[in-house]
């Protein structure tokens, strides 16, 4: 189950590519700051989670998040796999932006691929709506949105029920359904 969730970073990234041919120019603007990833980061996100299931609500910072899940991808995946990392920025009003860095050599005239939109709850999971990606200066948006966030939907499903979900400029803290 976990495997089939790393995946979907590598299907997204796919997805996004083979569907940026035809888009519009421009970029998917990221936030004007650094979120270091580390080791150590990536320990404490996983120990503020575990803490977190036990009770009932976790509060990870953006460099906690993005070092997790760095980190899971790489400890999860064979050498062969395309990401370097995950960085992920996170603003008042469940606002969400994501880069996933490619490896050099996997995506032609660039290494980034940025995400951006909401997240929130849906049917008692957490739960991201895309509106828009961007890739070496080509944007997509409208309904294949809808389909990447349903892949990145159906990974995170596997997470258990929660209630509320809550970001800020630098954190993000998700609340566990029946706690």
């Given at each position: 189950m976990l495997?089939?969730?790393?995946?979907?970073?590598?299907?997204?990234a796919l997805l996004l590519m083979?569907?940026?041919?035809?888009?519009?120019?421009?970029?998917?603007?990221?936030?004007d700051r650094e979120v270091?990833?580390?080791?150590?980061?990536?320990?404490?996100?996983?120990?503020?989670?575990?803490?977190?299931?036990?009770?009932?609500?976790v509060t990870w910072s953006e460099a906690q998040l993005s070092s997790f899940l760095t980190e899971l991808l790489k400890a999860n995946t064979g050498p062969n796999q395309p990401v370097e990392s995950i960085v992920v920025w996170l603003s008042p009003g469940n606002q969400i932006h994501a880069r996933i860095t490619l490896k050099d050599g996997v995506l032609l005239g660039g290494k980034n691929i940025d995400l951006a939109g909401t997240i929130g709850i849906e049917n008692g999971k957490v739960a991201v709506n895309l509106t828009d990606a961007g890739a070496n200066g080509m944007m997509v948006s409208g309904p294949i949105m809808g389909l990447v966030s349903q892949y990145i939907n159906g990974a995170l499903a596997g997470f258990g029920v929660a209630a509320d979900v809550m970001t800020d400029d630098g954190s993000i803290t998700i609340s566990m359904g029946g706690m």
């Open positions: 495997n089939r969730r790393i995946w979907v970073v590598a299907l997204v083979s569907s940026l041919a035809g888009c519009a120019m421009g970029d998917v603007a990221a936030p270091p990833i580390s080791i150590d980061a990536a320990l404490e996100g996983q120990n503020a989670g575990l803490a977190g299931l036990m009770a009932g609500k």
